[in-house]
């Protein structure tokens, strides 16, 4: 009997959300599950990081941070 392998699933500990109009714009941040605050820039989801005691390396890495509609430079309404 052979056992399937589960496909791997990746739940990074930081999930920065989609831009929401505002102003300025903001994009809200969940750490572990729980939102955290409204960051309007990449410094202010590091800071959040940084308070929780996430020391982040790269914020590319797919492992620790997601980012739901678009990326760490899309901080405005399109």
């Known amino acids: 009997m052979t056992e ?16 929401q109009p505002g102003t300025p714009p903001f994009r809200i941040v969940e750490i572990d599950g729980e939102m955290v605050g409204e960051a309007k820039s990449l410094t202010q989801v590091l800071e959040f990081a940084a308070d929780a005691g996430i020391p982040v390396h790269d914020v590319d890495d797919p492992d620790l941070v997601r980012w739901v509609g678009g990326d760490k430079l899309t901080w405005t309404l399109h």
């Open 4 to 19: 399937s392998a589960a496909p791997y699933i990746s739940h990074p500990r930081i999930v920065v959300h989609a831009v």
